[in-house]
């Protein structure tokens, strides 16, 4: 048995990528840490966890001199890189991961498997095991992330027990989980699922992707699920749970009292006076419904050409994944849809669509959402969709409306607070905006601080409970592997 004398934890954390950004200077590797939902959510374990991130580094590294410098320059953020030749990393990320598997797991069809994309998935995930089980000590809580690794803790359970090692494993999934109908149509589900569920403990944002993964186990391996929230499979019991991701709503506070902020507010609420605003910050994917919401925008304009020059849809589409033919086609699709709006509806006085196919600065998308009446969100399926928090928590003022599609994660959280609607339906999203457009202040406050209160509610400092509360549970899957009290 190991020593408890350290009261911290040990635990691995592992993605794909790494939370990094790391660029040659002066000859040699400098790395900075990049924003985003997960650094943010894991940012409160590092004062009771000691805790390494495991993942690529975002580009290929051939030499061994510059990896030992890419190796000390990730090392001062605990991070470690594991190297991947870029073919091998492209057609593990997009033509597998993000070719076949995203588009599964949105519910999208008419998805073509292909085995040598497939083979590439199967050999990064043998790379990152590998590399974990070489580091890991027993005692070591394990926590992989998402869909790029959904392999990776049957190999890494195997590759620790030949090696003598007894670590608990984790796996969050950041993305839906579909009805069994959808995953039946991947040709190697059973070797995805059968991967996570060497896991001890399983994380999904919702209680409806939980429950899809729970029966999928049971009708296609026959896993006993009789026990809510436990799947037992082959002498394992697997535990499952619904982990809310959240925002940090003080930040986006905090950036609306900067001085250059609050010009640039004035500045757009003088440019955009006695015009009702529609903001839509998506990135530019097929699950975000951007073509959907388009042509109902345009069937909302049909439908009240009284308000042709009092409203305006500002449309933010951040590009993804712009290598990929289908992304490439998308972009084309929905500028094409753009220009026909305008063309359309356009008059002298003005466009009422405004499209703009680039990131934009933090400091502008806060202005942005602060002057915005009415926020629309048409994903056809999406993991949660953290927009609607960002709007929300910049309409302190306004009390801004949230049109919100029913397939968006957010809408299990977020739906009475806000306007829902089926995204394919045109007729039923020019009525939600309508209806937006049409709510009294007492209902916006209602509605408003409905929302408010849930996403200050799940905050940054409450989103660390949950992976506290993980830590707890395969704690607990530890010592019943080891057999007796680790701490």
């Known amino acids: 048995m190991e020593s408890t004398s350290d ?32 650094v943010t959510s894991l940012s409160g374990l590092c004062k009771s966890t000691q805790f390494q991130w495991f993942g690529w580094p975002g580009l290929e590294v051939k030499d061994s001199q510059d990896r030992a410098d890419v190796e000390k320059s990730l090392g001062e953020h605990h991070a470690v890189p594991i190297f991947l030749d870029s073919d091998l990393a492209h057609e ?30 199967r050999r990064v995930n043998e790379l990152f095991a590998n590399s974990i089980a070489d580091v890991a000590e027993s005692g070591t809580l394990i926590w992989v992330h998402d869909y790029h690794l959904m392999l990776l803790p049957e190999l890494l359970r195997n590759r620790l027990h030949e090696k003598g090692k007894h670590c608990a494993i984790g796996f969050s999934l950041h993305t839906p989980f579909p009805a069994g109908d959808f995953w039946r149509n991947l040709p190697v589900r059973k070797h995805l699922i059968e991967g996570l569920l060497s896991s001890d403990l399983i994380g999904f944002h919702t209680d409806e992707y939980k429950q899809n993964f729970i029966d999928t186990c049971a009708s296609l391996l026959g896993a006993r699920t009789e026990i809510p929230n436990q799947i037992q499979y ?19 506070t905090d950036t609306l009292q900067k001085p250059e902020v609050r010009a640039r507010i004035k500045s757009l609420e003088e440019r955009y006076k006695g015009v009702k605003v529609i903001v839509g910050v998506d990135r530019l994917d097929h699950i975000k419904g951007l073509t959907q919401k388009l042509k109902g925008f345009d069937a909302f304009l049909d439908d009240n050409h009284d308000l042709r ?40 006085e003005g ?15 806060a202005a942005l959402y602060s002057i ?26 306004r009390h801004g409306v949230l049109v919100l599609s029913e397939f968006a994660g957010a809408a299990t959280f977020m739906c009475d607070g806000s306007i829902p609607f089926h995204p394919a339906n045109t007729t039923e999203m020019s009525e939600a905006i309508t209806k937006a457009l049409n709510l009294d202040a007492g209902e916006r406050k209602r509605k408003y601080e409905y929302l408010r209160d849930f996403v200050n509610k799940n905050t940054r400092q409450d989103i660390e409970c949950a992976p506290k509360t993980a830590c707890i549970v395969l704690t607990g899957s530890l010592q019943r592997e080891m057999g007796g009290d680790f701490y």
């Open 92 to 121: 593990h990320y997009n033509g597998f991961s993000n070719r076949i598997l995203w588009p599964i797991l949105h519910y999208q069809s008419g998805v073509i498997f292909d085995d040598g994309p497939w083979q590439a998935y």
């Open 309 to 348: 020059n009092k409203v305006v849809l500002i449309q933010v589409a951040v590009p993804s994944r712009e290598d990929v033919k289908e992304y490439q086609e998308l972009e084309t699709e929905i500028s094409t849809i753009a220009g026909k709006i305008n063309g359309k509806h356009a008059t002298p």
């Open 234 to 252: 082959r002498n394992r019991l697997v535990c499952t749970d619904k982990f809310i991701v959240g925002i940090d709503p003080q930040k986006f």
């Open 372 to 397: 915005a009446d009415i926020c629309l969100l048409t994903s056809t399926r999406d993991g949660m969709n953290l927009v609607s928090f960002e709007y929300v928590a910049c309409q302190a003022q």
């Open 7 to 38: 009261p911290k934890r040990n635990l691995i954390i592992v993605s794909n990528r790494l939370p990094l950004s790391i660029k040659r200077v002066d000859g040699t590797f400098q790395s900075s840490l990049s924003s985003g939902g997960l």
């Open 351 to 365: 466009t009422p669509l405004l499209y703009m196919h680039r990131s934009v600065p933090f400091t502008e998308l």
